[in-house]
């Protein structure tokens, strides 16, 4: 039986599909001042690619979430697949008012300084896609090495979606760096 988990963070640099859980991880963000650098390009890139999603008939997070190349479209059409199947107790959509919101403390909170991350000495599983082009991969490698104890995960030509395209991978690294 695995030790109990006394203290720990994970941090994915991804938008989680469940807006009630999207709104703990970006309060939880904005409390810890984490990301900076890019920020300011999230609120462009998220209106232009829900543009996109509407003029092609397709989810925005295909585009906002996974990256252009062949690998990525089809780690896009299985996560989105993979949001139909839950038929009961599904989210809500988010409201635009919600919405505009998110983006406004998410470009205000890029503004701030970085937070000093020397003083959490407990183990932080950092995960991202190597190639996010809503928060810039650069910020979980800078988190990373500001971070005494953490571990870096970036998976490969995945972008913000990284942790739903690598689902299998990410909950088994999860699971190993809880128990460890």
């Keep these: ?13 991804a938008m989680l599909s469940s ?8 309060r939880a963000c904005r409390y810890q001042r984490l990301i900076n650098e890019g920020t300011d390009k999230v609120t462009s890139v998220t209106i232009r690619d829900i543009v996109k999603g509407g003029l092609t008939f397709r989810h925005p997070e ?3 979430f996974f990256t252009e190349t062949p690998n990525g479209r089809n780690a896009a059409r299985e996560f989105l ?4 199947e839950r038929t009961e107790n599904r989210d809500k959509p988010v409201s635009i008012g919600a919405f505009r919101a998110q983006l406004k403390a998410i470009h205000a909170w890029g503004r701030q300084r970085p937070a000093d991350l020397s003083r959490i000495h407990h183990p932080v599983l950092v995960a ?3 190639r996010d082009k809503m928060v810039p991969s650069s910020n979980s490698v800078d988190m990373a ?9 970036l ?5 913000h979606g990284g942790v739903f395209q690598y689902h299998e991978a990410f909950v ?8 460890a």
């Design 155 to 159: 998976y490969e030509d995945a972008g």
């Design 145 to 153: 090495r500001r971070l005494p104890n953490a571990e870096l995960v």
């Design 1 to 13: 039986m695995a030790a109990p988990i006394k203290a720990f963070e994970v941090h994915a640099y």
């Design 128 to 130: 991202n896609g190597e």
């Design 62 to 64: 295909y585009y906002l």
């Design 172 to 179: 088994k690294k999860a699971l190993e760096f809880f128990e």
């Design 19 to 26: 807006p009630t859980l999207r709104d703990a991880y970006y």
């Design 81 to 84: 697949g993979r949001l139909k």
